[in-house]
C-alpha cells in the first residue's frame, strides 16, 4: 500500500505546491511511482507540472469528487516517468455545494483514493490553505 503524504497549511503563501510539486519529482526520479494530486482550485501544482487546467475541465479531481469519473479517468501521464497527476481546475470550488446531496460526502474523496493506492509508493497531496 502507497504511503499518502499531505502538504497542508492554514496559511497561503508558504510553499505547499513548491513542496509538493518538487518532493513529487524528486521521488519519481528516484525510481519511485508517484502519484500527485492537486486538490488545490488555483491549480498551481497542475500548472506547475506544464498543464493547463483550462485544456480539458472534464478530467479533473472535481469530476471525481461529484461522482462523474474515477481517479484511473483523471490520471495524466507527466513528462517525468514515474509522476502522474490528478489535476485540478477552478471548477473545484463549487464541489462543496454539488456534493450537498451526495451520501456520505465526507468520505468521497477517501473511498476514490482507495481503489488506486496499491498503484503507487506515494501520493503526494497539495492542498489549498
Avoid at 500548472?47 to 472535481?62: A, H, K, M, Q, V
Avoid at 456520505?104 to 489549498?128: G, P, W
Amino acid at each position: 500500500m502507497g504511503e499518502v503524504i499531505v502538504i497542508t497549511s492554514g496559511k497561503g503563501g508558504v510553499g505547499k505546491t513548491t513542496t509538493s510539486v518538487n518532493l513529487a519529482a524528486a521521488l519519481a526520479y528516484s525510481k519511485k511511482k508517484i502519484l500527485l494530486v492537486d486538490i488545490d482550485p488555483q491549480a498551481n501544482a497542475t500548472s506547475g507540472l506544464n498543464f493547463d487546467p483550462d485544456t480539458d475541465s472534464t478530467r479533473t479531481l472535481y469530476e471525481v469528487l461529484i461522482g462523474d469519473r474515477t481517479f484511473e479517468e483523471v490520471t495524466l501521464d507527466t513528462e517525468i516517468a514515474d509522476l502522474k497527476l490528478v489535476p485540478s481546475h477552478i471548477n473545484l470550488v463549487g464541489a462543496e455545494i454539488e456534493m450537498l446531496s451526495i451520501e456520505n460526502r465526507e468520505n468521497v474523496f477517501k473511498n476514490a483514493l482507495q481503489k488506486v493506492i496499491d498503484k503507487y509508493e506515494y501520493i503526494i497531496i497539495d492542498c489549498s490553505p
